[in-house]
């Protein structure tokens, strides 16, 4: 029987060509420190629904980077545990002050996950610049 492939107009690629081209771990991680920087000054605009909007999508990205690395599946889930949950609690508490604390302690976390796996030199840190591309305060009650 033939095997299954992917046409495009370009030519043709087999499942196994297009599994290969699924996004790796620093594809997934740009996309999660992204999603970390808005969260960060959208939370610290007020902005609670935005700020967990982004943790959504931080949740998802480490879903998608199980399975398509699963050696690393252990390490994210255990990540989401210690990490996600807290800041989606403050989230729901609207608690600056303890979202504050909890990302300081994500991002320290983020360096011994990087050294454990052999990249010591990437150390991630929330830039100091709020991200240019999001109206950040929570939009006006009557604009919801
Ligand atoms: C808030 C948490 C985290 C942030 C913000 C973060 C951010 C980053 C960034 C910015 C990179 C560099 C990507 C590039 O320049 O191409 C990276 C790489 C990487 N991160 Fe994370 N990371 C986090 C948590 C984790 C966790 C929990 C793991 C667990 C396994 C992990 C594993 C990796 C690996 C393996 C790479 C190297 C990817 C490669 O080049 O193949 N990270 N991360």
């Known amino acids: 029987m033939d095997q299954p492939v992917g046409k ?12 290969g081209l699924q996004p790796g771990m620093s594809e997934w991680m740009l996309a999660l ?4 920087h808005v969260m960060y000054f959208a939370c610290k605009a007020g902005n609670w629904d935005l700020g967990m909007y ?16 699963p ?5 994210l889930e255990k990540f989401a545990k210690d990490h996600f949950d807290g800041l989606e609690e403050a989230m729901r508490r609207q608690s600056w002050e303890e979202f504050d604390r ?17 990249y010591g ?8 610049q709020a ?5 950040l305060p929570p939009p006006a009650e009557d604009a919801r």
Request: glycine letters at 6%; aromatic letters at 10%; hydrophobic letters at 40%.
């Open 131 to 135: 991200p240019g591309d999001y109206l």
């Open 71 to 75: 050696k690393y599946n252990a390490a």
């Open 54 to 69: 982004q943790l959504r999508g931080m949740r998802k990205i480490f879903n998608n980077a199980a399975l398509t690395r």
């Open 102 to 118: 909890l990302i300081a302690a994500a991002v320290e976390a983020s360096d011994r996950y990087h050294a454990e796996w052999g």
């Open 121 to 128: 030199y990437i150390r991630y840190r929330i830039p100091s």
């Open 8 to 19: 495009t107009r370009h030519g043709q690629l087999s499942l196994d060509e297009i599994a």
């Open 33 to 36: 420190a992204q999603r970390m």
